[in-house]
């Protein structure tokens, strides 16, 4: 007998875990449109006041340097240079 059972009838890749997720999760993804509430890992420049959370989580809180690149004031960069196994597939981090 199988020590967990689940509960949903619904197939796990059909199931929304985004709720459980954070500001900063990164995550790959395979479908053509990223998702609402993500942004793809493409080393693009943002700006702050768009996504305030995602800039302090990426710099502590501006306490260090974006690991991604340093922000001229206005714009943070988002995290890039990820590669995944799969041609298909890119990586998305969640804001």
């Not at 890749?13 to 990164?26: Q, V």
């Not at 080393?43 to 306490?63: A, E, V």
Request: glycine letters at 8%; proline letters at 7%.
């Amino acid at each position: 007998m199988p020590k967990y059972k689940v509960s949903s009838t619904q197939p796990v890749s059909s199931i929304d875990f985004s709720e459980h997720l954070m500001t900063g999760d990164i995550r790959i993804e395979s479908s053509s449109i990223v998702p609402a509430g993500w942004l793809p890992c493409d080393s693009s420049w943002r700006l702050k006041s768009d996504y305030p959370q995602l800039y302090n989580y990426l710099t502590h809180n501006g306490t260090i340097t974006n690991p991604w690149g340093i922000d001229n004031g206005v714009y943070f960069k988002l995290p890039g240079g990820l590669t995944s196994l799969n041609a298909n597939a890119y990586f998305i981090i969640k804001y």
